[in-house]
């Protein structure tokens, strides 16, 4: 099930269906974002305000009112869905969160000189299939979706978050939201799937990545493991990691965050319109 565009977003047509779409700003350079998984463009937005240029930010399959083809949930699909909008609105640069940071990760194995500048938030994996504590816990997602139990599966996003937000009333909100996107769409497919999947099949390929890499992890996010950051700080010539302290990307380092990716993105001054 899928919703419909809204009267700002548009749905750009490929073989699997629609992909729903948002620019904002306008100008060079164009920067595609990519959301995580049951994210949303509206959850991936913040991380764009200090970017300038056009950003096009959009859904993957299965969320909002992109396209639920069929087809497994894998993160070449996932990077073949960004790769098709990005090349749409001329993208040079890309920013991914978590499994949109995996399907970057999956477009530069095939080709290391897609993007001029990359940023990738929390990446939870590269080419070793995850068997911790967080894989269970989104096992356990996974089926309190698929009983579409809303209550649940908000309570279950809650623990998740850092124990210092938790009672934060924009915190909670944000569950709630989460927890009815993930029952009410096939997102419930991509818990039994994604969370298994690895995002590459060699992460040595990201040596032949020359552009600048911006990594930002933060510390206890079982989720996230900072060690994927460090791992692609190895590997990428051209890559600076940043590790942030618990506490939430978006909840207690927002500013923090968006200044990092600001500057990177927007290392002089081009004089360009921000949104």
């Known amino acids: 099930m899928t919703a419909r565009p809204t009267s700002r977003t548009s749905l750009l047509a490929t073989r699997q269906g629609g992909i729903e779409y948002l620019l904002t700003g306008s100008g060079s350079p164009a920067t595609v974002f990519a959301h995580g998984l049951a994210g949303s463009i509206d959850t991936t937005r913040p991380f764009g305000g200090g970017v300038p240029g056009t950003k096009a930010f959009f859904h993957f399959r299965g969320h909002g009112a992109s396209a639920s083809p069929e087809t497994d949930w894998t993160y070449t699909a996932l990077a073949g869905e960004l790769d098709a909008v990005a ?3 001329g993208a040079t640069r890309a920013l991914g969160v978590s499994m949109g940071a995996g399907a970057i990760c999956r477009l530069l194995e095939d080709d290391p000189d ?12 590269l080419d070793s299939p995850r068997k911790d504590a967080a894989m269970q816990r989104m096992r356990h997602l996974a089926q309190l979706a698929e009983e579409r139990d809303v ?3 908000q309570e279950a996003l809650l623990r998740d978050q850092p124990s210092g937000v938790r009672t934060r009333p924009d915190v909670v909100a944000w569950c709630q939201r989460q927890a009815q996107v993930v029952v009410a769409t096939d997102v419930r497919r991509a818990l039994r799937t994604i969370p298994r999947a690895t995002s590459m099949s060699d992460r040595t390929a990201l040596q032949r990545v020359s552009a600048p890499i911006l990594v930002i992890a933060q ?3 079982p989720g996230h493991p900072v060690s994927v950051a ?3 700080g190895a590997q990428a010539p ?3 990691v940043e590790i942030l302290p618990p506490g939430g990307v978006l909840w207690e380092h927002r500013d923090r965050v ?5 500057e990177f993105l927007d290392p002089a001054d081009t004089g360009v ?3």
Do not use: N
Request: hydrophobic share 45%.
């Open 258 to 262: 968006r200044r990092l990716i600001g």
């Open 87 to 89: 090349r749409h609105v």
């Open 151 to 153: 209550d649940a599966v």
């Open 273 to 275: 319109d921000k949104d």
């Open 230 to 232: 460090h791992e692609i």
């Open 238 to 240: 051209h890559a600076r």
């Open 114 to 125: 897609r993007f001029e500048r990359i940023v990738l938030v929390i990446p939870a994996v």
């Open 219 to 221: 510390e206890a996010d």
